[in-house]
């Protein structure tokens, strides 16, 4: 139900947007979480059907998320990318209150690779 796009490869200091279209019905919350080879997955970024936002403190001030209703679909807009924010990332839902945890999120979108390197 969750299909993300928008990955690739940049180089450090440049910029993606992540998108991920749902279908059916709103959920309540959206997010994006990633996951670097060898590491847990974690939060990005996730957001309210009434666009309250939560971020991860090491992408605060450089990514943003957003979503349109009308399109069912989130964006996140990723910029000043650095190495370390390599990583498969994932778009997820909820429907029901905000938790930061991954694994209290029942749909998933495919990963979409982000690779920062020069």
């Known amino acids: 139900q969750l299909q993300a796009s928008g990955g690739g490869l940049v180089q450090p200091g440049g910029s993606l947007r992540l998108s991920c279209a749902a279908s059916g019905s709103i959920f309540s919350i959206m997010g994006w979480f990633r996951q670097a080879p060898g590491k847990q997955r974690e939060l990005v970024a996730g957001?309210?059907?009434?666009?309250?936002?939560n971020y991860a403190d090491s992408v605060k001030g450089r990514f943003t998320i957003s979503r349109d209703n009308a399109k069912n679909t989130v964006y996140l807009q990723m910029n000043s990318l650095k190495p370390e924010d390599t990583a498969v990332y994932y778009c997820a839902a909820r429907r029901s209150a905000w938790t930061h945890d991954w694994s209290r999120y029942d749909y998933w979108g495919q990963g979409t690779l982000v690779t920062v390197s020069s």
């Open positions: 957001i309210t059907s009434a666009g309250s936002t």
